[in-house]
């Protein structure tokens, strides 16, 4: 009867041990990787604004599509589903920066410079990639619940993000697919 136990405990923790990735909930990363995306923004919009650049940059908008499909693929995601998703970002991040620059018109940020535009995009995409990344993750047991499009709601807290952007980011997420 020991040996039974001792076997069939030896089979669960191996069971264990396999399923843990799989199973491990991934909201928690890909919130905190959306908070942290969003909060770059700032650096961005201050860039942007001592360079007098626009906010808009569609050229550069081309880029983190097709860079974010490549990165899709490489996930197990369809390429073509993230793209509603990667926009949803570009929008709310775009949202941001002018927020920011609407509150610099009347109250302008003291003894603050932005990083350099460079770092600054290289912690972007990182960002991007574990954002990718922890959605392959829970799309490999399932799609994104009510409750965990609940929970990533209330999860984003990053600073000039509204409801409104974190509906759209939300909504935009539920249509990445798994790859075939």
């Known amino acids: 009867m020991h040996r039974i136990v001792l076997l069939l405990s030896s089979l669960f923790l191996a069971g264990a041990v396999f399923a843990g990735p799989v199973l491990a909930n991934p909201i928690s990363p890909l919130s905190s990787a959306l908070n942290e995306r969003m909060l770059i923004m700032k650096d961005v919009a201050g860039y942007k604004a001592e360079h007098h650049l626009p906010v808009e940059d569609l050229v550069r908008e081309q880029k983190v599509v097709a860079l974010a499909q ?50 600054v ?54 249509l990445i697919k798994r790859g075939t």
Request: aromatic share 6%; proline share 5%.
């Open 70 to 119: 490549e990165e899709a693929r490489d996930t197990g995601l369809d390429p073509q589903s993230v793209v509603p998703f990667i926009q949803a970002q570009m929008d709310v991040a775009k949202a941001i920066q002018y927020r920011y620059l609407a509150d610099w018109l009347s109250s302008p940020e003291q003894n603050w410079r932005p990083k350099n535009l460079d770092d």
């Open 121 to 174: 995009r290289k912690a972007i995409s990182d960002h991007d990639k574990v954002i990718l990344n922890s959605i392959g993750q829970r799309l490999l047991v399932g799609r994104f619940s009510e409750q965990d499009k609940s929970e990533i709601f209330g999860l984003l807290n990053a600073p000039n993000l509204s409801d409104a952007d974190k509906s759209h980011l939300v909504n935009a997420l539920s």
